[in-house]
């Protein structure tokens, strides 16, 4: 249903999701207010342009004029790519890359001389290069000055991932001003690389690992042409079927599931899909005629093929028929009422782009009253099913205080999901290939490259890899490979910068360092504050970890009610934490109900009795020495519990009324 003015102003709480990504994809809710909104329409040359779209018009860029000093060329030497700088430039990157996948450090050290030459001589895609390079400390010391320095210099000289680079730093240190600058100026140029007006370009951000295990389902999924999902669907289209037709067209247009983009290809499988009218590769082929995408512009076929599409049930091709109506392509002249029309039909049926197209002539006034109230309106619903270039208007009105309250952080969060999706982004799938065929050297540094530009997703898996692989990941350091602590402290670092966008796993692990004092000072508090916030996650281990402290008293308060609550709320977060928390809460009824005694102190000294002992289960008497060895601790505290039944005792729980005696009493387990 289209939202009408009335309906729409009564709303008091719009819930929008943003896609921030996580270890478990849980959306980030933001509620959002009437007092939010803004009625003022001075949008003070904002939004100046009468044209419907402002990024309608800028498909032919190629991604190297988007991207300038672009390491697709080094990484995709097949494809036709622009060299846009200078061949000394190219020349020490590859050198890097190529070190990378060997190990070979004096490559290495050439190749980062070589950078740098480049970079003295005012190359601005070379001064990224070492603004990087300063950053992880690879072959120069570590020097943050440094590599701000570099980053400044190549942004000023035009280099969009150093302005990605100097935005994300702005923003960890919450100078919004400067980093909504950048962000917006970095989304407009991602808007401007999208290839159809529904969807942005998909570039995966797949997680190669899952907590502390690979991501085997994800990886398998991601092979493209190897994958045998991939070959029976490839199977099924070539017998004729209509839908794997289009599913194979969707799969080469967007380059999804390890598969590089080829426009012809996708031509050839929504062409042969539309010959056996499927109605969504009729859209497709549209959308590809109006912009143009991998074929010459026909405004008349698209039209053509739009009109069935929408006449066979799909209304989302009315965007593409209002569209061509409101810039007068492929018909007689503009037509508004039209086109207003056919956004509302695809609107009325919940298509995201219906809305947000409505939302445009709103808030342009383009054929009707013009109403930025009902335009920001239209904008959220459109945002909350995830439209991306609802994302860069919502985030310009934060910006510019037009339909909301100025707000440069919120600003900053929208304009940063936008400039996600740019043509820089494609770094990813080149470091997911490089760790497909085990090259874990090239996917490291890549990821590395992408986790100083902000990406969440890139920052774990860069760090799993110094975790999993140790030595095997070709981390280069200041003097070669790197050392153990060299190494340590990089995944510490990018372990640290995935916590502050919400990895859960990311937090534990910080919290963990901090707990064991592992790389770090020994800081029971700053633990506390990382098991926190994973545990606002709904994490269980985190909630577990949090009773374990107030159990102990280390770095909270000793409270044995919050202790329960806690252990309470990781099973009722996880089932899988039956068996622990029931061995955590037979801890509690033994320290409760023999305080003051040897139990106790049993209790307490097992934490450092633990490492000797699974040292010598493991050399002596089996290789699963963990499981062992909570079998003897669960042995000696049922020996404790049931001594204690015999004694007659009758005790009233003083934790919790509700706690259960357990019926095979535990032992302690610790935070990991």
């Not at 950048?182 to 401007?192: M, Q, R």
């Not at 907590?211 to 070959?231: H, I, V, Y």
């Not at 002992?613 to 079998?631: F, Y």
């Amino acid at each position: 249903m289209r939202l009408s003015g009335h309906r729409i102003i009564a709303l008091s709480l719009v819930i929008l999701f943003l896609y921030i990504h996580r270890v478990e994809a849980r959306p980030f809710v933001l509620v959002l207010s009437k007092d939010d909104l803004n009625s003022g329409y001075d949008d003070n040359g904002a939004y100046e342009s009468s044209d419907f779209d402002d990024f309608g018009e800028s498909e032919s860029k190629s991604e190297e004029e988007l991207d300038p000093g672009s390491w697709r060329p080094i990484l995709d030497p097949n494809a036709s790519t622009v060299h846009a700088a200078s061949p000394q430039y190219y020349s020490g990157l590859h050198k890097i890359l190529a070190a990378a996948s060997e190990g070979n450090t004096v490559l290495m050290e050439e190749a980062v001389s070589e950078i740098d030459s480049s970079a003295s001589s005012g190359d601005p895609h070379a001064q990224s290069v070492m603004g990087f390079v300063y950053g992880i400390g690879m072959m120069r010391e570590t020097s943050r000055a440094k590599s701000i320095l570099h980053h400044h210099f190549a942004a000023e000289g035009g280099n969009t991932q150093s302005k990605m680079a100097l935005a994300f730093r702005y923003l960890r240190q919450n100078m919004y001003d400067k980093a909504v600058e950048l962000y917006a100026e970095l989304a407009e140029t991602a808007v401007n690389s999208f290839l159809i007006s529904k969807e942005s370009p998909v570039v995966e951000p797949i997680r190669i690992h899952i907590g502390t295990e690979e991501n085997k389902e994800a990886l398998r999924k991601s092979r493209g042409e190897d994958d045998e999902d991939f070959q029976i669907l490839e199977y099924q289209a070539q017998k004729g079927s209509p839908a794997a037709m289009y599913n194979m067209g969707l799969l080469y247009y967007f380059g999804l599931k390890g598969l590089r983009r080829d426009h012809a290809k996708a031509l050839y499988w929504f062409s042969k899909a539309v010959e056996k009218g499927e109605p969504m590769s009729m859209e497709l082929l549209g959308e590809i005629y109006a912009r143009g995408a991998g074929v010459e512009r026909d405004y008349d076929k698209a039209l053509e093929c739009l009109t069935l599409a929408a006449k066979g049930g799909l209304y989302s091709a009315f965007n593409g028929l209002g569209y061509l109506y409101v810039k007068g392509y492929g018909v007689d002249k503009r037509n508004y009422t039209k086109a207003r029309e056919c956004f509302e039909k695809a609107a009325d049926n919940e298509d995201p782009s219906g809305h947000y197209n409505l939302g445009v002539l709103y808030l342009k006034g383009i054929g009707v009253k013009r109403d930025v109230r009902l335009a920001t309106k239209y904008f959220l619903v459109a945002a909350n099913a995830g439209q991306p270039k609802a994302f860069y208007q919502i985030g310009k009105m934060f910006h510019t205080g037009v339909g909301l309250k100025k707000n440069l952080e919120m600003a900053t969060v929208f304009y940063k999901l936008v400039a996600e999706r740019g043509p820089w982004s494609s770094l990813s799938r080149y470091a997911l290939e490089a760790y497909l065929k085990g090259d874990v050297g090239k996917a490291f540094i890549l990821y590395s490259r992408m986790s100083e530009l902000g990406y969440e997703a890139a920052q774990s898996n860069a760090a799993w890899i110094l975790d999993k692989y140790g030595e095997r990941s070709m981390c280069m350091g200041v003097y070669g490979f790197c050392t153990d602590k060299e190494r340590h402290d990089r995944a510490h670092s990018l372990w640290w910068r995935a916590s502050e966008q919400g990895n859960e796993h990311a937090a534990l692990l910080i919290g963990d360092a901090y707990y064991y004092g592992r790389g770090t000072e020994r800081d029971f508090g700053r633990a506390a504050e990382a098991y926190m916030y994973a545990k606002s996650q709904s994490n269980a281990q985190a909630m577990f970890n949090l009773g374990y402290m107030h159990e102990h008293g280390e770095g909270l308060p000793f409270d044995l009610h919050l202790a329960k609550r806690y252990y309470d709320q990781a099973l009722q977060s996880d089932a899988a934490a039956k068996l622990p928390v029931t061995l955590a809460l037979a801890s509690l009824w033994v320290r409760r109900n023999y305080a003051g005694t040897a139990m106790v102190q049993v209790l307490d000294s097992l934490p450092e009795v633990y490492p000797k002992v699974e040292e010598w289960v493991e050399n002596v008497v089996l290789e699963e020495g963990n499981a062992t060895i909570l079998t003897l601790i669960l042995c000696l505290i049922t020996v404790l519990y049931l001594r204690g039944r015999r004694r007659g005792e009758v005790v009233l729980d003083p934790v919790g009324a509700d706690v259960a005696q357990p019926i095979a009493a535990g032992a302690v387990a610790f935070p990991h």
